[in-house]
C-alpha cells in the first residue's frame, strides 16, 4: 500500500486506502471527519472490504452467492465487486 500520510480524502483510489485514511487519525486531522464518527466508518469499510473478498473468492471458485433475497451469479459478481469499491459495474448489459 502506498504512503497515505501526506495525501488528502481526494487522493485516496481505493476504500481499503479510505479505510486505512480513516484509522491513521488523517480524516480527523484533515477535519473531514469528526472523531465520533471514525469508529462508525470505520466499521462499515472494513465490511466493504470483507464483502468485497467473499465476493472475489465467489469469483475464483465459481460459486453463486446470495445477498438478501437477490441471487448473485458468480458471472455478476464482478460487479458487485466493482460497485463496494465504488466504480461502476463492467459485466452487466446495461454498463457501459
Not at 471527519?33 to 465476493?55: G, P
Request: proline fraction near 2%; aromatic fraction near 6%.
Amino acid at each position: 500500500m502506498r504512503d497515505l500520510s501526506n495525501l488528502l480524502w481526494c487522493d485516496l483510489e481505493t476504500n481499503r486506502e479510505r479505510l486505512e485514511f480513516i484509522r491513521s487519525g488523517r480524516a480527523v486531522d484533515t477535519g473531514i471527519l469528526a472523531q465520533a464518527m471514525v469508529e462508525d466508518l470505520v466499521e462499515v469499510y472494513r465490511r466493504i472490504d470483507a464483502a468485497i473478498n467473499i465476493a472475489e473468492r465467489a469469483v475464483r471458485f465459481g460459486v453463486t452467492l446470495e445477498i438478501g433475497v437477490v441471487c448473485v451469479f458468480a458471472t455478476d459478481v464482478a460487479d458487485v465487486v466493482e460497485i463496494l469499491r465504488g466504480n461502476s459495474p463492467t459485466n452487466s448489459e446495461g454498463s457501459p
